[in-house]
């Protein structure tokens, strides 16, 4: 009886198929079969394509037309492929004077291995390799090599609910990309119910054309995503994800959230998303090995060495922000000599401050000046120079002090343990004034001296304002030329530079080089640099450069990374020609290509022999 019941009971529950045959049911043909499968397999294929990290990047039509005929159609697009994604490697600069490669090397691997250990990375590739820079004389230079793409797996499935995603801004996916972690400041909008703790798709919302015509990501920041084209609420309406489509094929990686949804929008700071599996991996080096390595684009660190800076010489870096090519220039000069750092910005000269203090280099003078008025007269010029001139006398070596010595309004330098607020200060209008420190605060001191002052610890409190230099008043120059930067990668957007900006950027660049003419000596060296593709800031401005400056001549390169140049001209439809190099002469300029076996950001170097002038 029992066993009849059972038998009875297992045929009532057993689940009926879907397509039982019966005589309103027959059973499926095959051809019914095939033909669902065929839609499951499309339908799975649209997601796949959906989930994936497939960017376009957008031009202008006309600054399009302009690079095509400049590049050729095929180098264009392979350039503008590139350029969406990163640099396949992080390229790191090691400060000679108080460490070497091989213990960096040594002590990243370490790092990096404890990172993966502690992490959730799902792309199971780190420890990632390291390796020297095999240029010769850079084998200062580590590379650190990533991975990527991946194909990432996000869970979606056509019967299940949708993935939950968090949507980020352009500029913090491009972030992303390099190797940084989801802030909150970063996001934009996300899934509904998300808590803290869950996992996540990150995609990233590209501004879009409006209406008056600028750019914009039509995105109120805080919408709840529905995840879905077309969905139902709970009581039975349509609702429509507007930013569905635009989302397709801009999926950066996958996260677990560190806040709430409600956590998200609710605080101003703070990490959002944890990253840990994502399409490109690169690793952060941010807080890493501070004083020791410096993280820095290959071309940047080729044009201080085509700048050939010597001891005891005195250089200027024009436009020096962040300080970048200004600590790689002091470094290659052994600390011996002169480097004055300008930029017109407070705070850029404060970064450059902290970051020559950070790698301990004393020949660093940084000054608030504007590039386009660096030249004054004799008159003006004379309480800067000698100020700069005895740069190396404003700094205090007695570890029994720990001073900053103050001359009018800037702060030269720091002591040992870093305090702006040092508890023993002295000035040109003080002595020695001791104040109560505790046992403490005493702690604190020693471990600075021991650890060397880290970057978030030596903080200047003035910048001192230049009236400009003298003319003829030094051996080098260097212009990094505030540009387009349309060589930059990551990069996921550009169509707001226009023909009329392009050319807008070579006017000012222009003034800027008329400037470095007449602060270097004859026999003296000027490199020009940019990091943009653009012809019209490039080849353009050397041309203008050897046609207004009959005593300028380009020199020879070393070392030589980088590709030839432009030949040619271009002509507007306004009939301005723009006129590029002459044969003969791209050989002695670098052009460094994004989408070249060396794997680089786009970049321009010129370097100019200053013969006797007029």
């Excluded at 979606?156 to 990309?177: D, F, G, I, M, Q």
């Excluded at 002591?415 to 604190?444: D, F, I, P, Q, W």
Aim: include cysteine; proline fraction near 6%.
């Amino acid at each position: 009886m029992k066993k009849g019941v059972r038998s009875l009971l297992n045929k009532s529950i057993r689940p009926k198929p879907l397509f039982a045959p019966s005589p309103l049911n027959p059973s499926p043909s095959p051809m019914m079969i095939m033909d669902q499968q065929q839609q499951q397999q499309q339908q799975q294929q649209q997601e796949d394509e959906r989930y994936s990290y497939n960017p376009k990047l957008h031009w202008n039509p006309q600054v399009e037309d302009y690079f095509i005929k400049a590049y050729g159609f095929d180098h264009f697009s392979r350039i503008s492929n590139a350029l969406t994604r990163p640099s396949s490697y992080s390229c790191i600069r090691v400060n000679t004077l108080k460490s070497t490669p091989d213990a960096v090397i040594d002590k990243l691997r370490a790092i990096l291995l404890l990172n993966s250990q502690d992490s959730e990375n799902k792309n199971g590739n780190l420890p990632m390799d390291i390796v020297k820079c095999d240029i010769p004389g850079m084998d200062y230079v580590v590379f650190v090599k990533g991975s990527g793409p991946h194909s990432i797996h996000y869970g979606y499935h056509p019967e299940k609910n949708p993935v939950k995603e968090v949507v980020v801004s352009r500029k913090c996916a491009e972030a992303v990309l390099r190797g940084a972690q989801v802030y909150v400041p970063g996001v934009l909008a996300c899934s509904a119910h998300v808590e803290k703790g869950e996992s996540v798709a990150v995609s990233v919302a590209i501004e879009q054309p409006g209406v008056d015509g600028g750019w914009g990501v039509g995105m109120t920041r805080g919408i709840v995503l529905q995840g879905d084209q077309t969905v139902f609420d709970m009581c039975g309406y349509l609702i429509v994800d507007p930013y569905h489509l635009e989302r397709k094929g801009l999926y950066i990686g996958q996260g677990t959230t560190m806040l709430s949804r409600a956590g998200i929008f609710r605080v101003l700071k703070g990490l959002a998303v944890n990253m840990n599996n994502r399409v490109f991996n690169l690793p952060s080096f941010h807080g890493i090995l501070e004083g020791e390595i410096f993280l820095q684009n290959l071309p940047s660190i080729v044009t201080a060495h085509v700048l050939d800076p010597q001891k005891g010489e005195r250089i200027l870096d024009m436009c020096a922000a962040p300080g970048g090519k200004t600590t790689a220039i002091a470094l290659l000069m052994k600390d011996e000599g002169l480097v004055i750092a300008n930029d017109r910005s407070h705070n850029k000269v404060l970064d450059i401050q902290k970051l020559a203090a950070e790698f301990g280099l004393k020949c660093i003078s940084a000054y608030k000046l504007d590039a386009l008025k660096a030249v004054c007269e004799k008159s003006e010029c004379n309480q800067d120079m000698d100020a700069s001139s005895q740069n190396q006398d404003m700094y205090v070596n007695d570890q029994s002090l720990n001073t900053v010595i103050s001359q009018g309004d800037k702060v030269v330098g720091e002591g040992l343990n870093g305090h702006a607020n040092s508890k023993e200060n002295v000035t040109n209008e003080t002595t020695n004034e001791k104040s109560y420190v505790s046992n403490a605060e005493m702690r604190k001191d020693m471990r600075r001296m021991k650890n060397g002052p880290g970057r978030n610890q030596t903080i200047s409190r003035r910048v001192e304002k230049s009236k400009g230099f003298l003319a003829s008043s030094f051996d080098r120059v260097l212009l990094d030329a505030p540009c387009s930067a349309l060589g930059l990668r990551p990069r996921l957007f550009s169509a707001e530079e226009t023909l009329e900006s392009l050319r807008s950027h070579g006017k000012y660049q222009r003034r800027m080089l008329d400037q470095a003419v007449q602060l270097v000596r004859p026999g003296g060296v000027i490199v020009y640099s940019t990091c943009t593709l653009n012809p019209g800031e490039n080849e353009a401005l050397v041309r203008y450069a050897l046609d207004t400056h009959k005593f300028l001549s380009l020199a020879p390169q070393h070392p030589r990374v980088g590709g030839p140049g432009l030949v040619g001209q271009h002509e507007f439809s306004d009939g301005y020609i723009e006129k590029w190099l002459k044969p003969g002469e791209e050989e002695l300029v670098q052009r460094f290509d994004p989408s070249a076996s060396t794997d680089t950001i786009g970049f321009f170097i010129a370097k100019f022999a200053v013969g006797p002038k007029e």
